[in-house]
């Protein structure tokens, strides 16, 4: 099995249409990403336009997985931040194909993410997962803390309401 490599995605046509693949593929079975069943994949697409327009701007970080040539998984670090927040950054978007999971690729992607907010100088990450079939496990086994959990924050993407589990982690500088 190839080793995984992890680097930063740049807009293409190919990356584009890939990202919005695999936020399909998660959205269709249960992840809680902000998006609803059925995703177009013409709404996928649009998304990952926009996220990857923002990433040449400075604004963001996504991080792509590759096992061998396949994008396996992705992972979004948030920094634009308001100007008396500089020292933080955000996790947003970790996913991992379907059929690699189980492989540590939300693990490294994590690492990856993290060792790049440090190299941009922020101490404090922050990120929200899903109470219900979310990835505390995952956040919890990498240092996270659980701040709380707020009730009926989002509609699950299949429907119904979840609650909502924010975590936080210093980095060191």
Same mark, same amino acid.
């Given at each position: 099995m190839p080793e995984i490599r992890i680097n930063?995605?740049? $807009? +293409?046509?190919?990356t584009t249409g890939t990202l919005g693949e695999i936020l399909?593929?998660? !959205? =269709?079975? %249960?992840? +809680?990403? #902000?998006?609803?069943?059925?995703?177009?994949? *013409? =709404? =996928? $697409?649009?998304?990952?336009? +926009? #996220?990857? *327009? $923002?990433?040449?701007?400075?604004?963001? !970080?996504?991080l792509g997985a590759w096992d061998g040539d396949v994008l396996a998984g992705t992972v979004t670090l948030l920094l634009d931040c308001p100007p008396n927040q500089p020292h933080r950054a955000e996790i947003a978007k970790l996913m991992t194909r379907v059929s690699h999971r189980g492989r540590g690729i939300a693990g490294a992607l994590m690492r990856a993410a993290e060792q790049i907010a440090r190299e941009r100088k922020r101490t404090l990450l922050v990120l929200d997962t899903a109470a219900e079939g979310g990835a505390s496990g995952l956040y919890e086994g990498l240092g996270f803390t659980l701040a709380g959990t707020?009730?009926? &924050?989002?509609?699950?993407?299949?429907?119904?309401? #979840? %609650?909502?589990?924010? &975590?936080?982690?210093?980095?060191a500088a």
């Open positions: 930063p995605l740049e $807009a +293409s046509p190919e399909v593929e998660v !959205v =269709a079975n %249960g992840g +809680s990403v #902000s998006f609803m069943h059925p995703l177009a994949p *013409a =709404a =996928a $697409a649009a998304f990952w336009t +926009s #996220s990857l *327009a $923002a990433a040449r701007r400075g604004e963001r !970080v996504v707020i009730p009926d &924050y989002a509609l699950k993407p299949h429907g119904g309401l #979840s %609650g909502t589990h924010i &975590y936080w982690k210093r980095l």
